[in-house]
């Protein structure tokens, strides 16, 4: 069965800098990844997908995410962290064979601090 | 485009109460999920329509929940005698597949409805 699991439920930066959030998936067919990201009292939004093309997948808001495959791995980076960055990232996966069921992870938190 | 509406945004009720909760999807979208999220956690998925067709139901959703999407359109969610445990944000979502292709569709979230159960 597909799983998403993010290293730490919470990550805290200082404007400006470097934003690293992780996700490592376990499927046992090539999936689909995804990041949504949620504010307060609001339902998500796509931030980026990779569905088999380029693995290095550019989203809105200036954040990207790197399919590494050998690592089973999905991160979220943006260079430089705006004060409007802060929210719940939750990383997800859907398997190509599905109908689009997607199994979201746990959620990680980010602080910007100014 | 006005994007997944979801009715009451908030819905205080007792325990052993019903409550029904309504999701309007993007007009031309022909699939819709429901997912509830509880504090702390990810969206868990509960069930699935292809048009009026309710296609997979998750082993979360008990026989308290029953879901419907009668014309294609809107569907709702009922919850019958409701327990704390199903304190929670339900989110409603859309996507809009084409015949032949069924992954890799991004789909659409509602606001979600916060459901507490006193």
């Known amino acids: 069965a597909q799983s998403v699991t993010q290293l730490g439920s919470h990550v805290s930066v200082s404007e400006g800098a470097l934003v690293l959030l992780r996700c490592n998936y376990s499927s046992s067919v090539p999936p689909y990844l995804f990041w949504y990201v949620q504010y307060p009292n609001q339902g998500l939004q796509l931030l980026l997908k990779y569905t088999s093309a380029a693995t290095l997948v550019k989203g809105i808001n200036g954040f990207e995410a790197e399919f590494k495959k050998s690592e089973t791995s999905f991160h979220l980076t943006k260079p430089s962290a705006h004060m409007s960055d802060a929210a719940e990232y939750f990383c997800?996966?859907?398997?190509?064979?599905?109908?689009?069921?997607?199994?979201f992870g746990p959620g990680t938190s980010l602080s910007v601090i100014p | 485009d006005t994007g997944v509406s979801q009715d009451p945004r908030h819905k205080i009720t007792k325990r052993g109460q019903n409550v029904t909760f309504r999701c309007d999807p993007i007009s031309e979208h022909n699939r819709l999920y429901w997912y509830r999220q509880t504090l702390g956690q990810g969206p868990e998925f509960l069930t699935y329509?292809?048009?009026?067709?309710?296609?997979?139901k998750s082993r979360l959703l008990s026989d308290r929940f029953s879901a419907e999407r009668p014309k294609g359109s809107f569907s709702t969610l009922e919850i019958q005698r409701t327990e704390q445990g199903d304190s929670a944000m339900y989110l409603c979502a859309s996507s809009l597949a084409s015949k032949g292709y069924q992954v890799g569709y991004e789909q659409y979230f509602g606001p979600g409805t916060r459901l507490t159960v006193t």
């Open positions: 997800a996966v859907s398997l190509k064979t599905s109908y689009d069921k997607v199994i």
């Open positions: 329509f292809q048009n009026e067709a309710q296609l997979e």
